[in-house]
C-alpha cells in the first residue's frame, strides 16, 4: 500500500484543480513561504477525517475554501481526493485502488465518498483505524507532531504510542462499551423508578377490582333476571303475532285465490291481445307484401321497357352495318375496274420514256464541253462566293448568338420564377416553423411555471413537513409533561385515598368504629357515615365549615339510638375510646331566625348549614350542627355582629376565627395537611376532577399526535409523489428544449436556404443584365457584317453580268439537257406514280375484304343479343304475370284477416270486464290484510323494542338470551329481585370496571418490566466484563508494542546522534492504559537528563528518533514530513537525512522542507509557486533523470 496520487479543486490556496502524483521513495515539496506548501499536508489532514479547525491553522472549517483574490472571486467548496495502492490489501476493502474524497460547502454541508459512493466520516476513520494513517495517526508529522511530543505533559504523548500499539480500535470500542454501561444504568436507574411507581399502583387497585369483581356478579344476576324478563315478554307478542299469521294467511289464500284467477283471465287477456297484435303485425306484412308484389310488378315493367329499347337499337345498329357492307362492296369493283386501267397507261409511259433517254445522252455530251470551257472563269468567281458565303455565316453566326442569348435569358427568367417560389415555400415553412416554436417556448413556460409551482408546492410540503415534526415534538413534549403531571396527581390521589380508606386524621375510636362497620356487616346495618363524608363544601367556604364544625366533622351519624347504643357497646368491649353518634330519629334541628334586612347586611356571609350541600334527608343533624353558627367574612364584621346579637350564636371568619357564644374568640393559623379530613375530602374530590380532565387532555393530546404523524406520513407520500412529478416534468421540460433546439436548427436553415435563394436570384439578374449588354453589342456587329456583306455583292455585280453572257449560252443548253432530265424524271415519276397507284388499289380492295368480315361479324353478334333479348323479355312478361297473380291473392287473404281481427277485438272487451271485477275484490282484501299487517307491525316493532333493549343493555340476541333461560313462576318476585340488585349496586357507588384489567395489566407490566431489569443488569455484568477484557487485551498489546519502541528509540537515537543513548517509560507502570509517558535523552558527552532540560536542536532531533523508532516498529504506508527539520544544524541534517534515505525503502515518504540538503535525497522535487497572487500552482521534476542527464 502506498500513496499514488492527490487531488485538491478550491482547498485554502489551490483555487485551481490541482493533482500531484507521488512515487515510491522520497519525494520533496518546496517553495519559498507562504507558497502553499504546507497546505498539502493539510489537505491530506483534512481528506482524511480532520475536525481540529486549529490543526488545519483556521479560525472556522470555512476557512479550508478558497476564499478568493482580486483578480479571482471565490469558489463555492473545497473538494479534496486521496488515492492509494491497495493491491495489498492492507485497506480492509476488496479494491485494488482506494480513492477517499471530502467535498465542504460554503453551507457547511460536507460530503464524504469512497470509490466516488457515499460514506460517513466515521466509516472513513474506521477504515484507516490503526493502520497509522488518520487523524490521530503518525503518517503526517508536522511541527506541531513534534510539539506535541516535546511537551511537557507526558500524558499528551499517548496518542502517538496507542496508535503504533494498534489500540485504538480497541479503545474506541470500549467507549462505545462505557456509554453503553451508562445508558444501561440509566435504564436500571429509570425502570425501578418505574417498578416503584406501578408498585403504588398495585394496592389501590387490587381493592377497586375486588369492588369491581362484586359489581359484575351482581350485574351478571340482574342480567339473567332481566334478560329472562324480555324474553317472557318477546314469547307473549310472538304468540299474538302467531294468531295473527293465521289470519293473515287465510286473507292471502283468499288474495291469491282472487289473484290465481286475476292471471288466468289475464294470461287470457294478453294471449288475445298478443293474437290480435299478430293478427295486426299479419295485416301489416301482408299490406307490405302487396306493396314489395306491385314494387316487383313495376321493376319487371321498367326492365322489359329497357329491352324493348335496346331491341330497337340493335335492329336499327344491324340496317346500318348491313348498309355499309353493300357500299364497301360496290367500291371494291369500282377499284378493281381501276386498276385494269392503270396498267394499260403503265405500258404506254415505259415505251416514251426508252425513246426520251437516248435522246438525252446527245444533248448531254454537247453540254460537257461548254462546260470545260466556262470552267476557269467559274473558279475565280467561286473565290468571289466564298468570300461573300464568309460573310454570310459571319452574319449567321451573330443572329444565332443573340437567338441563344434570348433562349439563355428566357431560361434565366424561368429559373428566376422558381427561385420565388422556392422561396415562398420556405417562408411559409419558417413561417409554420416560427408559429410551431411560439407553441413551444409558450409550453415550455407554461411547463416551467407549473415545475416551479410544483416545486414550490414541494418546498411548502417539506416546510409543512418540518412544521408537522416540530408540532409533533411540541405536542410529545407537552404530552410527556401533561402525563408526569397526570401521574403525580394520580400518586396524590392514591396516596390521600389510601389515607382516607385508612382513616388517618381521625380520633383513634373513630377510626376503630369505621374499619370494623367495613368488615362487619351487623355493625354497619343503620350506620350513615361520618359528617364529613356527608357534606360537600364550596373551596372559599371550605375553612370556615371545617373551624365552625371542628370535632364534630368525626361525629357519626345513625339511623336510630340502637344502632348508636350498639356502637358504644363495642367501643366498650374493645377498649377504642369514645366517640359520638347523631342519630337521626333523635337529633332535631335549630336554625338561627335572621331577617332577610339582617341577612342581607354587609360583612355577613350566611348560616354555615345554608353553606354546604348535603342530602335533604339528613336536615335535622346539619341544622343541630352548622344552624346556629354564622359565616361572616373577616373577624372585624364578626365582632361587630356578635356585639349586635350579644354573642348569643357562634361566628366563623372566611379565614377560620371563631367568635364562641358568650365573647370568647379562637383564632390563629390553620394547617391544610392532608391528615385534616375536610381538606382531605376536597382534594380527593379536586384530584378526581383533575385527573378526569388530564385523562381527557392526554386522551386528545394522543389524537393530535397520531393525527399529526398520519398527516406527517401522508406529506412525506405526498412530497415522495411531488418529486416524482417535479422529475418527469423536468425530464419534459428538457424533451421540449431539446424539439426547441430543433425547430431553431430548422429555422436557421430555412432561413440559410433563403439567404441562398436571395444571393443566386441577385446572381441570375446580374447574369441577365450581362447578356442584355452583350445582345445590343451583337446586333451593332450584324450590322456592320451585313453592310459589308452589301458592298461585296455590289463588286461582284460586274464580273458576274459578263460571266453569265458566257454561261448563259450554256445555260440555254443546259435547260434543254435540264427539261429533257425534268421530262425523263417526269416520267419516271410518272411510272413510278401509276405503280404505286396500282399498289393502293390493291391494299385498298384488301382492306375493303377485312372491314367486310368485320362488320359480317358485328351483325352475327347482334343477331345473338337480339336473340337473348327476347328470351328476357319472355321471362319478365311471366314474372308480371305471376306478380298479378300474388297480388290478387294477397288482396283476398287481406280482407280475411280484417275479419279475424274484428272477431279478436271483441273477446277482449269482455275478457277486460272480468278482470276489473276481480281487481275490485282483491283491493277489499288488501285492505283487510292491511289492518292485519298494521297491528302485526306494532307487535313486531315491540318485539324489536325488546330484542334492542336486550341488545342494547346486555349485548345479546334472542337466541344467544335462551342460554340464560329460566322458568318464571311468579312475576312479581323477579322484578322486585332486580330492584333489590340495583339498589345493592347504587350502595357499591363509583365502581372502577376496567380496575380488573388494569390491575390485571399493571401485575404483568410489573413482572415484566422486573423482568426487564434483570435482563439490563445481566447486560450490564456482561458489559464490564466486556470492558474488562478489552482493557487486558489493550494492556498487553501497548505493553508489547511500547517495549519494542523503547528499545528501536535507544538504536535510533545512537545512529542520529552519533552515540549516547534515550529511554521512554510510564510514569504510572501499574496505570498501563492511562500513564503518560516520560523521555530520557542522552546526547553523546553529557549525562542522562530528561527532554526538557535539552537544547531546541537536542530537543527536535530526540523527537525525530522517537518518531522514527514508531515508524519502525509500525510502518506505515507514507509519511508526510512538514518541516521538522527547521530546527537542525548542518550536522544533524547530515543524520537525518541519510537515516531518512535508509528507512525510504520500506515506507514512502513526502517531505515539505527548506533545508537544501534534504532537497538533495529527494527522487522527485514538487515545487509550490504563486505565478498569480493568492492561487498556488505546482511544478514537479523527476531528480533522477535530471542527474542522469547532467551526468550525460
Known amino acids: 500500500m502506498h500513496l499514488k496520487k492527490l487531488e485538491m479543486h478550491g482547498f485554502k490556496s489551490f483555487a485551481d484543480k490541482t493533482e500531484i502524483e507521488f512515487k515510491d521513495g522520497i519525494t520533496g515539496i518546496v517553495g519559498p513561504n507562504g507558497s502553499g506548501k504546507s497546505n498539502i499536508a493539510d489537505a491530506v489532514r483534512w481528506v482524511l477525517g480532520e475536525q481540529s479547525v486549529k490543526n488545519l491553522r483556521g479560525n472556522k472549517m470555512e476557512d479550508v475554501i478558497f476564499s478568493g483574490t482580486e483578480k479571482r472571486r471565490a469558489v463555492g467548496y473545497a473538494e479534496v481526493t486521496i488515492v492509494f495502492d491497495n493491491k495489498d490489501l492492507k485497506i480492509p476493502i476488496e479494491y485494488s485502488e482506494v480513492a477517499v474524497t471530502r467535498r465542504m460547502f460554503r453551507s457547511g454541508e460536507s460530503e464524504y465518498y469512497i470509490n466516488k459512493n457515499s460514506c460517513r466520516l466515521k466509516d472513513i476513520r474506521e477504515l484507516f483505524m490503526d493502520t497509522g494513517v488518520g487523524k490521530e495517526g503518525y503518517s503526517i508529522i508536522g511541527q506541531g507532531r513534534v510539539d506535541e511530543i516535546l511537551s511537557t505533559k507526558p500524558e499528551d504523548r499517548r496518542n502517538i504510542f496507542e496508535e503504533a500499539s494498534g489500540i485504538v480500535k480497541f479503545k ?27 408498585e403504588s399502583q398495585t394496592g389501590p387497585l387490587k381493592e377497586q377490582s375486588e369492588t369491581a369483581k362484586e359489581y359484575l356478579k351482581l350485574s351478571q344476576e340482574l342480567k339473567e333476571i332481566q334478560v329472562n324478563l324480555f324474553l317472557r315478554e318477546i314469547d307473549n307478542l310472538n304468540s299474538n303475532l302467531l294468531n295473527l299469521e293465521k289470519d293473515k294467511k287465510s286473507i292471502e289464500d283468499q288474495i291469491k285465490k282472487s289473484v290465481e284467477e286475476n292471471e288466468y283471465l289475464q294470461k287470457e287477456y294478453l294471449n288475445i291481445k298478443s293474437k290480435l297484435e299478430e293478427k295486426e303485425g299479419s295485416i301489416e306484412n301482408i299490406r307490405n307484401k302487396n306493396y314489395e308484389i306491385q314494387s316487383s310488378a313495376e321493376k319487371y315493367q321498367n326492365e322489359l321497357s329497357l329491352i324493348n329499347e335496346k331491341e330497337r337499337y340493335l335492329n336499327k345498329e344491324k340496317e346500318r352495318i348491313e348498309g355499309e357492307i353493300t357500299n364497301l362492296n360496290k367500291e371494291r369493283e369500282e377499284l378493281l375496274a381501276e386498276e385494269k386501267k392503270e396498267e394499260n397507261s403503265l405500258k404506254i409511259a415505259d415505251e416514251e420514256l426508252i425513246k426520251l433517254s437516248k435522246k438525252l445522252a446527245i444533248n448531254v455530251d454537247e453540254l ?111 404530552f410527556n409533561e401533561l402525563k408526569e403531571n397526570l401521574n403525580g396527581k394520580i400518586s396524590n390521589f392514591q396516596l390521600l385515598k389510601n389515607m382516607e380508606e385508612e382513616y388517618e386524621g381521625f380520633y383513634k375510636s373513630v377510626r376503630g368504629i369505621l374499619k370494623a362497620i367495613d368488615k362487619d356487616n351487623f355493625l354497619s346495618k343503620g350506620v350513615i357515615g361520618v359528617v364529613a363524608n356527608l357534606i360537600k363544601v364550596d373551596k372559599k367556604f371550605e375553612k370556615a365549615i371545617e373551624m365552625a364544625l371542628g370535632s364534630n366533622l368525626q361525629n357519626i351519624v345513625v339511623d336510630k339510638e340502637e344502632t348508636a347504643k350498639k356502637l358504644i357497646d363495642y367501643l366498650k368491649r374493645n377498649r377504642l375510646g369514645r366517640a359520638t353518634f347523631l342519630p337521626c330519629t333523635a337529633i332535631r334541628g335549630n336554625k338561627l331566625k335572621i331577617s332577610s334586612h339582617d341577612s342581607n347586611e354587609k360583612g355577613i356571609v350566611g348560616v354555615a348549614a345554608d353553606l354546604i350541600d348535603f342530602d335533604k334527608r339528613y336536615m335535622n343533624i346539619f341544622e343541630y350542627l352548622m344552624g346556629r353558627t354564622l359565616i361572616v367574612e373577616n373577624i372585624d364584621w364578626g365582632i361587630a355582629i356578635s356585639k349586635k346579637y350579644k354573642n348569643s350564636f357562634k361566628i366563623v371568619t372566611l379565614d377560620g376565627n371563631i367568635l364562641n357564644p358568650g365573647g370568647s374568640i379562637t383564632g390563629g393559623s390553620v394547617s391544610n395537611a392532608p391528615t385534616n379530613i375536610l381538606v382531605r375530602k376536597m382534594k380527593l374530590d379536586e384530584l378526581v376532577k383533575d385527573i378526569d380532565v388530564l385523562k381527557e387532555e392526554k386522551k386528545s393530546l394522543e389524537n393530535n399526535i397520531w393525527k399529526l404523524k398520519s398527516l406527517n406520513d401522508k406529506e412525506e407520500a405526498d412530497l415522495e409523489d411531488l418529486n416524482e412529478k417535479i422529475k418527469t416534468m423536468n425530464i419534459e421540460i428538457i424533451q421540449m428544449k431539446n424539439e426547441e433546439d430543433n425547430i431553431v436548427q430548422d429555422i436557421e436553415r430555412l432561413k440559410n436556404g433563403e439567404d441562398k435563394y436571395l444571393k443566386e436570384k441577385e446572381s441570375l439578374n446580374a447574369e441577365k443584365t450581362d447578356m442584355k449588354k452583350e445582345s445590343l453589342n451583337l446586333k451593332d456587329q450584324l450590322k456592320e457584317a451585313e453592310e459589308g456583306n452589301t458592298i461585296l455583292r455590289e ?61 359480317k361479324e358485328e351483325i352475327e353478334k347482334l343477331k345473338d343479343d337480339l336473340f337473348q333479348l327476347v328470351d328476357k323479355k319472355k321471362a319478365l312478361s311471366e314474372k308480371i304475370d305471376a306478380c298479378k297473380y300474388d297480388l290478387q291473392n294477397s288482396e283476398e287473404e287481406l280482407e280475411k284477416e280484417k275479419e279475424k281481427k274484428k272477431e279478436l277485438t271483441c273477446s277482449l272487451n269482455l275478457k277486460d270486464e272480468s278482470l276489473n271485477i276481480i281487481k275490485d275484490n282483491i283491493s277489499k282484501l288488501e285492505k283487510n290484510l292491511n289492518n292485519i299487517n298494521i297491528k302485526e307491525a306494532k307487535y313486531s316493532v315491540q318485539v324489536e323494542n325488546c330484542y334492542g333493549k336486550l341488545m342494547e343493555e346486555y349485548e345479546l340476541t334472542y337466541e344467544e338470551g335462551l342460554d340464560y333461560k329460566i322458568d318464571i313462576d311468579d312475576e312479581k318476585k323477579y322484578y322486585d329481585r332486580a330492584k333489590d340488585i340495583k339498589e345493592c349496586i347504587k350502595n357499591l357507588g363509583t365502581v372502577n370496571l376496567s380496575s380488573v384489567e388494569e390491575y390485571k395489566k399493571v401485575k404483568e407490566r410489573l413482572d415484566f418490566i422486573k423482568d426487564q431489569r434483570k435482563d439490563l443488569v445481566a447486560a450490564k455484568e456482561d458489559l464490564i466484563n466486556v470492558i474488562k477484557e478489552m482493557e487486558e487485551k489493550m494492556r498487553e498489546q501497548f505493553v508489547h508494542s511500547f517495549n519494542l519502541i523503547r528499545k528501536n528509540f535507544n538504536e535510533v537515537f545512537v545512529e542520529l546522534f552519533g552515540g549516547g543513548k534515550a529511554d521512554i517509560y510510564l510514569e504510572e507502570p501499574e496505570k498501563v492504559l492511562t500513564s503518560g509517558i516520560e523521555i530520557i535523552s542522552q546526547p553523546p558527552g553529557k549525562k542522562l537528563q530528561s527532554l526538557t532540560l535539552l537544547s531546541g536542536g537536542e530537543k527536535s532531533l530526540t523527537a525525530v528518533a522517537l518518531l522514527f523508532s514508531i515508524l519502525k516498529t509500525k510502518p506505515t504506508p507514507f509519511c508526510i514530513l512538514d518541516e521538522i527539520d527547521a530546527a537542525l544544524d548542518e550536522g544533524n541534517i547530515y543524520r537525518y537525512t541519510k537515516y531518512l534515505k535508509k528507512i525510504s525503502q520500506d515506507t514512502q515518504f513526502i517531505i515539505i522542507t527548506h533545508r537544501k540538503n534534504t532537497m538533495e535525497i529527494a527522487d522527485v522535487l514538487h515545487g509550490a509557486t504563486m505565478e498569480e497572487e493568492g492561487v498556488t500552482k505546482m511544478v514537479s521534476i523527476k531528480l533522477k533523470d535530471k542527474y542522469s542527464e547532467i551526468a550525460s
Do not use: H
Not at 174 to 181: D, G, Q, V
Not at 440 to 456: A, H, L, M
Not at 815 to 827: A, C, H, N, P, R
Open 172 to 198: 474506541m470500542r470500549k467507549e462505545e462499551s462505557e456509554k453503553k454501561l451508562d445508558k444501561t444504568e440509566g435504564n436500571i436507574l429509570r425502570i425501578n423508578d418505574i417498578i416503584t411507581e406501578l
Open 795 to 855: 463588286n461582284m455585280k460586274e464580273e458576274m453580268e459578263n460571266f453569265e453572257i458566257r454561261k448563259k449560252t450554256r445555260d440555254e443548253l443546259n435547260d434543254k439537257v435540264t427539261q429533257m432530265k425534268i421530262e425523263k424524271s417526269l416520267k419516271e415519276s410518272n411510272l413510278n406514280s401509276i405503280k404505286e397507284k396500282i399498289n393502293n388499289i390493291k391494299e385498298k380492295i384488301g382492306n375493303s375484304l377485312l372491314v367486310v368480315n368485320t362488320k
Open 368 to 478: 460537257d464541253s461548254i462546260n470545260n470551257e466556262i470552267s476557269l472563269k467559274d473558279s475565280d468567281i467561286q473565290s468571289r462566293k466564298d468570300n461573300i458565303f464568309e460573310k454570310l455565316n459571319s452574319v449567321t453566326d451573330i443572329k444565332n448568338k443573340i437567338i441563344n442569348l434570348n433562349a439563355f435569358e428566357e431560361n434565366i427568367n424561368k429559373r428566376i420564377c422558381q427561385i420565388d417560389s422556392e422561396t415562398e415555400e420556405m417562408r411559409k415553412e419558417k413561417s409554420e416553423k416560427m408559429l410551431l416554436l411560439n407553441g413551444i417556448k409558450k409550453s415550455i413556460v407554461d411547463r416551467e411555471k407549473e415545475f416551479n409551482r410544483y416545486k414550490e408546492e414541494a418546498e411548502n410540503r417539506l416546510r409543512r413537513q418540518k412544521k408537522l415534526k416540530s408540532d409533533i415534538e411540541n405536542i410529545s413534549l407537552k
